[in-house]
């Protein structure tokens, strides 16, 4: 019964990879969000779409690039992978949005070597 | 601009006593939301509250217990007894009616020793 989950748990890659994350809820929500969350465990969101529409994109490098095949899921795939891409990432679901409540999801930590 | 402070990088205090995190917040909207949220050691984010700017009326649940005064736009939270439980990084946030995003506080990082 997760509510929001994610895929992998870890991710271990090297330096000019391509990865994905996926991320599913299955609360009902119509939105949801990415989050990276960096070593001094700084929480900065990095895009956000409602009823699969992209709503927020936040100053991101163009190697991320989210996919919502439908409202209960976000992918994010990360192209040419660097080292300054580790970190953990977190996958949020919310009812709407303007104040609603965000569920994460276990988090996915990436270590690019 | 919104902004979200936790001046209070680092807490350590021994178990059972109780604790106070701060949270100062800024935003021009006049309604507006609080949260807080619980990172433990094991990494997931858990919700805690939220509060809605018309209501300022402290909550308390369990240990947990949340004040927030529009008057010095805060909105702390303390715990009660403390327990080795308690510790994690307690993040606070804020967020407009019309936002589609959540702002984060960098966090608090609280340690209860035994």
């Known amino acids: 019964d997760t509510a929001v989950s994610q895929t992998p748990k870890y991710l271990v890659t090297q330096m000019g990879n391509d990865k994905s994350i996926k991320c599913e809820q299955n609360l009902g929500h119509d939105t949801m969000y990415w989050y990276k969350q960096d070593s001094k465990k700084f929480l900065k969101i990095m895009f956000s779409y409602n009823n699969k529409e992209l709503i927020i994109n936040e100053t991101v490098p163009n190697r991320f690039s989210p996919k919502s095949p439908d409202k209960a899921h976000l992918n994010l795939h990360i192209n040419s992978l660097e080292l300054g891409d580790s970190a953990v990432y977190f996958c949020?679901?919310?009812?709407?949005?303007?104040?609603?409540?965000?569920?994460f999801g276990p988090g996915t930590r990436l270590t690019v070597l | 601009a919104q902004k979200v402070t936790q001046a209070q990088t680092e807490i350590s205090v021994v178990e059972k006593e109780d604790v106070t995190l701060d949270c100062v917040y800024e935003?021009?909207?006049?309604?507006?939301?609080l949260f807080w949220y619980k990172q433990p050691p094991s990494g997931e984010l858990v919700f805690l509250i939220r509060r809605n700017s018309f209501d300022e009326q402290n909550e308390i649940s369990g240990r947990y217990s949340w004040n927030f005064q529009k008057s010095t736009s805060s909105f702390n939270f303390t715990i009660t007894a403390s327990q080795v439980v308690d510790s994690a990084v307690y993040f606070c946030a804020l967020s407009g009616r019309g936002d589609d995003k959540i702002i984060f506080g960098k966090g608090t990082r609280l340690h209860i020793l035994p």
């Open positions: 935003t021009r909207d006049t309604t507006y939301y």
């Open positions: 949020a679901s919310s009812p709407g949005t303007g104040g609603d409540t965000q569920y």
